[in-house]
């Protein structure tokens, strides 16, 4: 029985944040363990409610962790029992615990009129960590079902169901182009959000499951769909949804107006490559710098890519950051008036990386990048503006004698993604994108093509970790089922589709 005066007795508490300095100075995570006093006290806040919101998959976590179940597991010191409930519902919590936004905590009832919800994220993340230092012990399945499937992309939608779908015996092959395994959370969100070596712990245990890695292989490339065909009984698509949304403001051919991925790629590839240390200068491919050491960067956009780009940059040692957003500033807490509890709501979002300095501005538009005169960027030009829907089409109007100039030699467009990538591997197979360039499927997550399967951002569009996650459950429950059922599949999640953040 929990204790129901546990919120009474102890305030929401998370654990102090590295110091600014020594934390800009390094790539390592910036939130330190919370320890096992303040955790059980935290946890011992939950009410174990009658209808626990924070569990539902309409409002609140997407894969229906039980919530209230671990957190009373962890208040009475019982971590091999939370480290298994929270296992049966996410493949990864130590992904989710770090990273979510945690619409958990949106829907928890101790946040109903302005109040502090359970620290849900920080007692998964400690039952993760747990999980880790135990060892993540391999669960291979007790009989090969004699069925073969193939994963193209390994982010965390591709990892998820590879997991379940090697737990139930099938021969899972991941396929990633890039030349190591973990999507975006390998090269697109930083060290200092998600140390690699949580992946590596994973990709092992995956490996010890059965699963077989080939990286450096871009399918519809370096294999063609008809070979995946016939070398596999089923094919699952998760590729992501990793075409960046650009501009044609005048002036974005410039050096130095570049996409916030190449600058993360490059930035993350260097932190891999160089360990700790400080690492060498940034490049894209070809060569050319996209470090911001010594610059005054501008980031356009308000998103996590647009946060993530700014830790980074400062990082790197940039000379001053001005990320810019299109909209007003949020409200600091919920307007019960338009998204009343338990829903998402729209607030202004402060990530690690805003207290690690850096000016943020609101309801501004770039006008122009500006010239230096020898073909590269010396500024942006922007005006305040205000935005409006009219036909269902955002319109922005900038307001006149508004216009000012801010220093800039690198611009990095953080505005979003437009879906997955144009390849020809969906040429290949006869997969048209939808027109948020998504690629739909059936309620059994086939797509068009019988026996292929899609999940992940490539399906809903770019999203979040959880979704790619309950995504990938859910499609591999779908191609267990296909092949026969073969075998006992860990208990999947159906999530409804709900729109939740846009980086
Ligand atoms: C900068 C950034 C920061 C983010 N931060 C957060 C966060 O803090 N919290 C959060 O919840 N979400 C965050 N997200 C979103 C989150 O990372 C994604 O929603 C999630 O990774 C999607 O997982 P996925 O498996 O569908 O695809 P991805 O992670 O995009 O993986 C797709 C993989 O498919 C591979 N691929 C594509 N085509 C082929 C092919 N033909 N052959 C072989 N491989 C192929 C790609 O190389 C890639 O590795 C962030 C996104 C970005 C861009
Ligand atoms: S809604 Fe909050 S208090 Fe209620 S069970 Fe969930 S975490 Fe505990």
């Known amino acids: 029985m929990p204790d129901p005066n546990g ?7 998370m654990p102090a944040r590295r110091p600014v300095p020594v934390r800009i100075s390094d790539w390592r995570e910036v939130y330190p363990p919370a320890g096992e006093t303040m955790i059980r006290e935290q946890a011992t806040r939950c009410m174990d409610c009658g209808i626990p919101f924070c569990h539902s998959d309409t409002a609140g976590c997407p894969l229906a962790n ?10 009475t010191g019982n971590w091999d029992a939370a480290v298994e409930s929270l296992h049966a519902t996410n493949n990864f919590p130590e992904f989710t615990g770090r990273l979510c936004p945690a619409p958990c905590e949106a829907a928890c009832v101790l946040g109903i009129g302005g109040g502090e919800p359970v620290t849900i994220k920080q007692v998964e993340v400690e039952i993760a960590d747990a999980a880790a230092a135990r060892g993540l012990t391999p669960r291979p399945a007790s009989a090969p079902s004699g069925r073969s ?36 959370l390998r090269y697109g969100i930083p060290d200092f959000k998600l140390e690699k070596r949580h992946i590596d712990a994973r990709m092992a245990q995956l490996s010890a499951e059965g699963v077989v890695f080939r990286t450096g292989v871009n399918v519809g490339v ?55 240390g400080q690492p060498a200068l940034a490049t894209l491919p070809d060569g050319t710098p996209i470090d911001a050491a010594g610059k005054h960067v501008v980031i356009i956009g308000g998103g996590d890519t647009a946060a993530d780009c700014l830790g980074v940059a400062h990082r790197q040692g940039a000379a001053g950051v001005h990320q810019l957003d299109l909209y007003p500033q949020p409200p ?74 801010l220093p800039a030699d690198l611009v990095l467009l953080a505005i ?6 144009e390849q020809p591997l969906l040429a290949q197979l006869g997969v048209a994108r939808n027109a948020r360039g998504a690629v739909d499927s059936r309620a059994d997550w086939q797509t068009a093509a019988d026996g292929i399967f899609v999940a992940g951002d490539m399906h809903r569009g770019a999203s979040l970790i959880v979704w790619a996650i309950a995504e990938g459950r859910a499609a591999a429950a779908a191609i267990h089922g296909y092949l026969d059922g073969v075998g006992v599949l860990p208990a999947p999640v159906h999530p409804a589709s709900r729109p939740l953040a846009v980086h």
């Open 7 to 13: 919120f009474l007795r102890y305030g929401r508490r």
């Open 66 to 75: 039980r919530i209230p179940d671990w957190n009373d597991l962890v208040r």
């Open 332 to 405: 600091r807490g919920r307007d019960e008036g338009r998204d009343p509890w338990p829903t998402w709501p729209w607030v202004l979002r402060e990530y690690p990386a805003h207290e690690e300095g850096g000016e943020r501005v609101f309801a501004v538009a770039v006008q122009e990048f500006v010239d230096d005169g020898t073909g590269a960027v010396r500024a942006v030009r922007i005006a305040e503006v205000s935005v409006d829907k009219r036909d269902g089409r955002r319109v922005v109007t900038a307001v006149p004698g508004t216009e000012r100039e």
């Open 416 to 421: 979003g993604f437009e879906g997955t990538e």
């Open 222 to 276: 370096d294999v063609t769909a008809e070979q995946l065909r016939v070398q596999h009984d089923a094919v699952l698509l998760a590729c992501g949804a990793l075409q960046g949304r650009d501009t044609d403001t005048p002036g974005r051919q410039l050096r130095g107006v570049h996409q916030a991925m190449a600058h993360l790629v490059a930035a993350n590839r260097v932190v891999a490559a160089a360990g700790e």
């Open 149 to 184: 499937v193939a994963v193209v992309g390994s982010g965390p939608a591709g990892l998820a169901a590879a997991q379940q779908l090697a737990r139930a015996g099938h021969a899972v092959t991941v396929y990633e182009r890039d030349d190591a395994i973990g999507g975006l």
